[in-house]
Structures are given as structure tokens and as C-alpha cells.
């Protein structure tokens, strides 16, 4: 089974700190994936990796920055964290591009972390 | 990609089959139907995803309509771990560069 592991559940920082979400998967996957989410707003993309070094913005890059330094890794950083920040961060690993298996495209699921609840107070 | 429509909510009795709709009336010929679940404090979980033939894997089935404007997932045999938020997205097969927008989803409860 894939198995996406956030180093958090639940967090609790004050506003100007520099907070780290980890996130780490063991399936060898090429992209990973950082979200939101918040009620009412649904999950909404922040920044993805499609690659070591490589990151992508999503739609809400603002106050965020992200390091993929290894294949398996995948951090969000939040440089000084604010209030509205307040917020659950999901992680996602999927396999990648141009995978097949038996001659069939391979299905390019994203797997999720558990979720990391960040407050900032 | 295309913008789905489902119901906020719905309940379904335990051992009954859950039907659970979707609206993508604007959906292109390249996109694909994805269904993921979150259950209450845990991250979302892929369920089954179809372009235009119906789906069947141990989790659920997946009924698309001829037209593709609208698709059904069907949860045979529904137990109280079903419950959960479903979510419908239609996204178009790029080989992992998709993004996936969960609108607010419908949120089943299963009766006992």
C-alpha cells in the first residue's frame, strides 16, 4: 500500500514563526502535492513537485514556499506564519508521467497524508 | 476543467446500496470522472475514476451516462465506515500535472 506520511496531526504555532510541514511518501512517486483545506472552500491547491528541485505554484502560493530536495520528501514552509493560515494542510503523492503497466496507462492516482491541522495563534 | 454538480447531502440505510450523483454537463471528451472520500479527520481517498464505460472495482461502481454529462457512484452495500464526504471531479488526464479541485462534495451518512 502507498503510504504518505505528514510528520504532524495537529499544530499549534504563533503568529511569525517559521513553521515546517513534512511530508514524506514511499512509493517512489514523481509528484507530490501541497493543499488546503478549509470549510466551505474545499481543498485548494498550494504548490506541487513534479520532480526533485522542481515546484510548481498552484492556485494560493502566497506566504507559502516549498523544498523537494529528494524524491521521497516534500516540505511546505510557511516563512512567517499569520492567521489566516490557520488551516488543514493535506498532503498527495501520485506516480507520475507516462507510466504504463501491461501496456495500459497508468492510473494517476493521488494518495493522501492524514492531514496536519495547523492553528496559529 | 469541467465544474460538477452533487447533492450537500444524503442518507442511506446500512446494506442498502448507496447511489450517489454527479452533474458535469460541460465535461470535454478528454476528461475524466475521478471519485475520492473523506472520512471524518482523515485525508481524501481515491475510489474509482471512468471516461465513458462504467467502472467496477472492489470499492464501488461507476455508471456514466451515454452523454457523459452525468455519472452515478454506486457503493453496493453501504456499512457505517461509509460515511464520509464523496467528492465528483472531472479533470483532464495529464499524467500527473492535474490538479484536484474538491468543491464542498455530498456527505452521505449511513443509517444503522
Known amino acids: 500500500d502507498v503510504k504518505v506520511t505528514q510528520s504532524s496531526r495537529y499544530l499549534v504555532k504563533r503568529t511569525g514563526e517559521k513553521v515546517f510541514l513534512e511530508c514524506v511518501q514511499d512509493m517512489d512517486h514523481e509528484n507530490m502535492f501541497w493543499y488546503r483545506q478549509d470549510p466551505g472552500l474545499g481543498l485548494r491547491l498550494i504548490y506541487f513537485s513534479y520532480d526533485v528541485k522542481m515546484k510548481e505554484k498552484g492556485d494560493i502560493p502566497e506566504g507559502y514556499s516549498v523544498s523537494r530536495e529528494k524524491k521521497e520528501r516534500f516540505s511546505l514552509i510557511l516563512e512567517s506564519a499569520s492567521t489566516n493560515q490557520t488551516s488543514m494542510y493535506l498532503c498527495?503523492?501520485?506516480?507520475?508521467?507516462?507510466?504504463?503497466?501491461?501496456?495500459?496507462?497508468?492510473?494517476?492516482?493521488?494518495?493522501f497524508g492524514a492531514g496536519t491541522r495547523l492553528s496559529v495563534l | 476543467d469541467a465544474k460538477t454538480t452533487q447533492p450537500t447531502s444524503m442518507d442511506c440505510a446500512e446494506g442498502r446500496a448507496a447511489n450517489l450523483p454527479c452533474n458535469h454537463s460541460t465535461i470535454s471528451g478528454n476528461e475524466y470522472v475521478y471519485w475520492y472520500r473523506q472520512i471524518h479527520s482523515q485525508g481524501p481517498q481515491y475510489i474509482i475514476h471512468?471516461?465513458?464505460n462504467n467502472e467496477t472495482n472492489e470499492m464501488a461502481s461507476l455508471i456514466i451516462t451515454e452523454d457523459r454529462k452525468s455519472s452515478t457512484l454506486i457503493l453496493p452495500h453501504a456499512t457505517l465506515r461509509d460515511t464520509a464526504v464523496y467528492y465528483c471531479i472531472v479533470i483532464t488526464y495529464n499524467f500527473g500535472n492535474e490538479k484536484l479541485t474538491f468543491g464542498t462534495g455530498t456527505r452521505l451518512t449511513i443509517i444503522p
Open positions: 498527495a503523492s501520485s506516480l507520475g508521467r507516462m507510466r504504463t503497466s501491461g501496456g495500459r496507462l497508468a492510473k494517476n492516482i493521488q494518495y
Open positions: 471512468g471516461l465513458k
